[in-house]
C-alpha cells in the first residue's frame, strides 16, 4: 500500500465548494444507509426527512444514533417534541419517491401523500409507517447531543420500540436484505484529493462475500 495523509485542505482545492460539508467526507467517502424518517408535524401533517448518517446500538435496548441532525429541520422539531418517528427504509422500486420529500418540505404539506408514498400510523408510535419501505423501526427520542458547543446539528439518540419488515425480505431464499433489491446506500460524491477529481453522488447495494 502507498498510503498518504490528509489533514489539510490541498492548495488547489481551496476555492471548490463544499456546501457545508467537510472535504474528508468526500475523501472518505464511507457508503451510509439511506433511510426516510417520518413523523407528524405539530400541525399534523406528516414529514419524511431523507438521512444517511446514523448508526445502531444494542445493549438490552436496540438504539439508533443519528450523527448529524440539523436543528432547523422539521425532523428535528419532532424529534424534541413529539418524541416519536418511524425509520424507514427504501429500496430502488421506492427511492426516488422517497427523495421527493426534500423538495415537497413545505411545513403545510403532507410531504408523503405529495410523494406519491402511502403509509399508516405504528403500531406503538403515532407517526406514519410508510407502506413502500420494506423495514419500518417505530422509535422514542432517548437523548439528542449538541455535535459541538454551539453547531446546528445534534446527535440523537432513539430506542426501537416495535420493528415491521417484509417476509420476502428476511427470507434469504426469496429476495433477501441484500442485493439489487435490498438496503441502499449513500455514496457522497467520492474525490481524488490529489487531482480535485470528484464522481456523482450515487446509490450503492451490498454484495454479502464468503470470508
Ligand atoms: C442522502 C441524504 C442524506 C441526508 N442526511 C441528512 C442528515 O444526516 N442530517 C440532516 O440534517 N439532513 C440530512 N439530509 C437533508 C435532509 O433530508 C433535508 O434537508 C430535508 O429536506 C429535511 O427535511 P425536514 O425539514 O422535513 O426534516 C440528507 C439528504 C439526503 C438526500
Redesign the pocket.
Known amino acids: 500500500m502507498n498510503k498518504k495523509q490528509f489533514f489539510d485542505l490541498p492548495e488547489e482545492l481551496r476555492e471548490k465548494e463544499w456546501w457545508g460539508f467537510n472535504w474528508l467526507e468526500h475523501l472518505t467517502a464511507v457508503p451510509a444507509p439511506?433511510v426516510l424518517v417520518t413523523g407528524y408535524k405539530a400541525n399534523g401533517f406528516a414529514?419524511?426527512?431523507?438521512?444517511?448518517?446514523?448508526c445502531f446500538s444494542s445493549e438490552g435496548d436496540f438504539y439508533c444514533i443519528?450523527?448529524?441532525?440539523?436543528k432547523q429541520?422539521?425532523?428535528?422539531e419532532i424529534a424534541a417534541k413529539q418524541k416519536q418517528m418511524v425509520i424507514n427504509f427504501p429500496d430502488k422500486a421506492c427511492i426516488a419517491k422517497c427523495?421527493d420529500?426534500?423538495a415537497n418540505?413545505g411545513y403545510d404539506t403532507d410531504?408523503l401523500s405529495a410523494s406519491g408514498l402511502h403509509y399508516r400510523d405504528g403500531g406503538k408510535v403515532k407517526a406514519p409507517l410508510v407502506d413502500e419501505c420494506f423495514l419500518n423501526l417505530e422509535c422514542e427520542t432517548v437523548w439528542e447531543k449538541e455535535l459541538f458547543e454551539g453547531s446546528n446539528?445534534v446527535a440523537l439518540c432513539v430506542r426501537v420500540v416495535n420493528v415491521w419488515m417484509d417476509e420476502a425480505h428476511y427470507a434469504d431464499s426469496q429476495c433477501g436484505r441484500y442485493g439489487e433489491t435490498g438496503y441502499l446506500y449513500?455514496v457522497h460524491a467520492p474525490l481524488n484529493p490529489e487531482t480535485g477529481e470528484e464522481s456523482n453522488t450515487g446509490y450503492a447495494v451490498l454484495k454479502k462475500i464468503e470470508m
Open positions: 439511506l414529514n419524511g426527512t431523507m438521512q444517511s448518517w446514523f443519528f450523527g448529524s441532525v440539523h429541520s422539521h425532523m428535528y427523495m420529500t426534500i418540505n410531504e446539528h449513500n
